[in-house]
C-alpha cells in the first residue's frame, strides 16, 4: 500500500479544530481545578449555549447540580492525583431544574509536550435514551415476577382452600360420631372419657384450622 499524503505542517491545529466542531460527542479539556479550556460544539450544545466561550474557565457547577459539580471534581481530582484514566463510566447528571440525564464517559489525565500533568481531558457521549430504556425493561420484569407470585400465591390459596373445605366436612361428621358417642355413654363411665378425649381432639383441630384460616386471611 503507498504511503498516506503527509499533513502539511502546522495541520494539527485545523485536524483539532474540525474535531471540536463535528464531533457527535462532547469532548472537553480542564485545567487541575476542573475549569474547562476547550469544549467541542456538541458540549457547547449540552449546555444550551451558544459558543464555546460562553463554557471555558467555567466549572460543572456552573452547570449542573452542587452534588453532581462535587462528585465530578472528585473523579477528576483522582485522575490527577494517580495518573490513571477513568474508562467507560456511566455517570447520571443532575441538572439545577430537576432534569436527570446518562452519560457515558471517559477521562484522561492531560500531560503538555515535557509530560508535565496540567489538566484532564474528557469525552462523553448521551446514554439518556438507553437508561430510560433499561429502567423501563426493568419495571416491565419486575411487574411481571410480581404477577408470577401473586398466581403462585393464588394457587397455594386455592389448595389450602380445597383443603380446608375437606376438612369442614371431615370435622362435621366426627363431630357427629362424638355426639353419638356422648349420647351413648350417660352411663357408661369409660365410653364417657373416651368421647370426651376424642371432643378434645377435634377442637385442637379446630383451633389448628382458625389459625391457618386467619393466615390465609391476611
Do not use: C
Request: charged share 30%.
Amino acid at each position: 500500500m503507498p504511503d498516506p499524503t503527509p499533513l502539511p505542517a502546522g495541520n494539527d491545529a485545523l485536524l483539532f479544530k474540525v474535531l471540536l466542531e463535528k464531533a457527535a460527542d462532547a469532548i472537553y479539556f480542564k485545567d487541575l481545578e476542573s475549569r474547562y479550556l476547550r469544549v467541542s460544539n456538541r458540549m457547547v450544545g449540552v449546555f444550551n449555549m451558544d459558543h464555546p466561550t460562553q463554557v471555558e474557565g467555567k466549572t460543572d457547577a456552573d452547570f449542573f447540580t452542587a452534588e453532581h459539580a462535587k462528585n465530578t471534581r472528585a473523579i477528576e481530582q483522582e485522575i490527577i492525583a494517580t495518573g490513571l484514566p477513568r474508562l467507560d463510566l456511566e455517570v447520571r447528571e443532575t441538572w439545577p431544574d430537576g432534569t436527570v440525564t446518562w452519560a457515558s464517559t471517559s477521562k484522561f489525565p492531560l500531560y503538555d509536550d515535557d509530560g508535565n500533568l496540567f489538566g484532564t481531558f474528557g469525552i462523553s457521549r448521551d446514554i439518556t435514551e438507553r437508561k430510560i430504556a433499561e429502567e423501563r425493561l426493568e419495571e416491565v420484569q419486575m411487574a411481571l415476577i410480581e404477577q408470577e407470585k401473586k398466581a403462585a400465591v393464588s394457587e397455594f390459596a386455592g389448595t389450602i382452600m380445597a383443603n380446608i373445605g375437606s376438612s369442614v366436612v371431615e370435622i362435621g361428621q366426627a363431630l357427629d360420631r362424638v355426639s353419638q358417642k356422648l349420647q351413648a355413654a350417660k352411663n357408661s363411665p369409660e365410653k364417657l372419657s373416651e368421647a370426651q378425649e376424642e371432643l378434645r381432639e377435634m377442637s385442637f383441630i379446630v383451633r389448628k384450622l382458625a389459625d391457618l384460616m386467619r393466615i390465609q386471611g391476611a
